[in-house]
T-cell receptor
Framework: GQSLEQPSEVTAVEGAIVQINCTYQTSGFYGLSWYQQHDGGAPTFLSYNALDGLEETGRFSSFLSRSDSYGYLLLQELQMKDSASYFC?????????FGAGTTVTVRA | NAGVTQTPKFRVLKTGQSMTLLCAQDMNHEYMYWYRQDPGMGLRLIHYSVGEGTTAKGEVPDGYNVSRLKKQNFLLGLESAAPSQTSVYFC????????????????FGQGTRLTVV
């Protein structure tokens, strides 16, 4: 099976940088993805890492180390609209499995 | 282009009743998934499908059945609803690249909020 661990919540101020770590255990591995979800709405895709290294998409970056079964999502220049839940997900044997999510609260 | 559409959006069931949740996607995606989301537990995979006519169990399949008779539709059935099935249900779809599992981006529906009383 699969298991993913990420912190349950993070609080930061506007303009700050937040890093959300994700460690995973899986029998197969096809990449680590990150999703954002606002207040019970539909999760939306943020980024994907299939290979080791850093992927940058605007203010958000994602990192993967396959040897350490570890990745992180970096949120820079935090804005109030970034308050949401963030999920890491692994693709494994045709399945897409999610972590429990990290609630990010941005304070003014 | 509607993406992934779930019906209904809300439903209240009595214990023991049955219902079917419909998921439809218009992106010609091979893979489709059903998840349930409960507070503090993230998205848990119920069942998934890698193509028309195929289904497989996820991590919490008990009490649910699914069918994928057409590529664009993925149905989730509750034969005898229980209060423990009160949850928000999300359907998602994703594509594959030349037969490889990429799972690069999954597209989600808006969810079905189900309450079983």
């Amino acid at each position: 099976g699969q298991s993913l661990e990420q912190p349950s919540e993070v609080t930061a101020v506007e303009g700050a940088i937040v890093q959300i770590n994700c460690t995973y255990q899986t029998s197969g591995f096809y990449g680590l993805s990150w999703y954002q979800q606002h207040d019970g709405g539909a999760p939306t895709f943020l980024s994907y890492n299939a290979l080791d290294g850093l992927e940058e998409t605007g203010r958000f970056s994602s990192f993967l180390s396959r040897s350490d079964s570890y990745g992180y999502l970096l949120l820079q220049e935090l804005q109030m609209k970034d308050s949401a839940s963030y999920f890491c997900a692994v693709g494994d044997d045709y399945k897409l499995s999610f972590g429990a999510g990290t609630t990010v609260t941005v304070r003014a | 282009n509607a993406g992934v559409t779930q019906t209904p959006k809300f439903r209240v069931l009595k214990t023991g009743q049955s219902m079917t949740l419909l998921c439809a996607q218009d992106m010609n995606h091979e893979y489709m998934y059903w998840y349930r989301q409960d507070p503090g537990m993230g998205l848990r995979l119920i069942h998934y499908s890698v193509g028309e006519g195929t289904t497989a169990k996820g991590e919490v399949p008990d009490g649910y059945n699914v069918s994928r008779l057409k590529k664009q539709n993925f149905l989730l059935g509750l034969e005898s609803a229980a209060p423990s099935q009160t949850s928000v249900y999300f359907c998602a779809s994703s594509y594959s690249d030349r037969g490889e599992v990429t799972n690069t981006e999954a597209f989600f529906g808006q969810g079905t909020r189900l309450t079983v009383v």
